[in-house]
């Protein structure tokens, strides 16, 4: 069966959420998920805490525990992010996956920590059963072009605006 590419994206919560829930749905199905985080590196997140007791997933972090300078980022975090492109790309060679969720790939493209190039090029090498999904904001237009979904999340209201502190277990 062919793979899909899928991108969730836009301001909106529930990206990384939908691609976790997409993950369990594999993992139910039997399948062998791969989740690379870009840009994550606390073990604090609920999926993090809950994914290493789960067979047949695998899960990476290749980011700092804090905020990365989006008019300036620092050379570690653009390094980390390109070890998050080399994690993928060796993913894909071994070909061990039927899914793998890049999560938070799409705001390393918008703090250009990677290039949209460099993430066209990988897209090409995943082998052609295997799904592939991105997320986060700043999708841009040459990879929600190939894409084979696209969910654009779209904020309407938020908790955080009201003043509301971040909940553990909805926001990380």
């Known amino acids: 069966m062919k793979g899909l590419l899928l991108v969730y994206t836009g301001n909106g ?21 791969g989740f690379l985080q870009f840009m994550k590196g606390s073990k604090n997140y609920g999926e993090v805490k809950i994914f290493e ?5 695998t899960l990476v972090q290749t980011g700092r525990d804090c ?3 989006f ?6 975090d653009i390094a980390m992010a390109q070890d998050g492109l080399a994690i993928l790309s060796q993913w894909f060679q071994e070909d061990r996956f039927d899914l793998i969720v890049a999560d938070e790939l799409l705001v390393a493209l918008g703090f250009n920590l990677v290039t949209v190039q460099e993430v066209l090029d990988l897209i090409e090498q995943r082998p052609p059963r295997l799904t592939l999904v991105l997320t986060g904001r700043y999708a841009p237009d040459e990879l929600l072009a190939v894409a084979d979904t696209v969910t654009i999340m779209q ?7 009201q003043g509301v502190e971040a909940k553990e277990g909805m926001e990380f």
């Open 13 to 33: 919560k529930g990206k990384t959420t939908a691609a976790l829930g997409l993950s369990l749905r594999a993992l139910g199905h039997g399948q062998k998920v």
């Open 53 to 57: 007791k789960l067979p047949n997933l």
């Open 67 to 69: 905020f990365v300078s």
């Open 71 to 76: 008019e300036n980022p620092e050379p570690v």
């Open 155 to 161: 904020e309407h209201r938020h908790a955080y605006q």
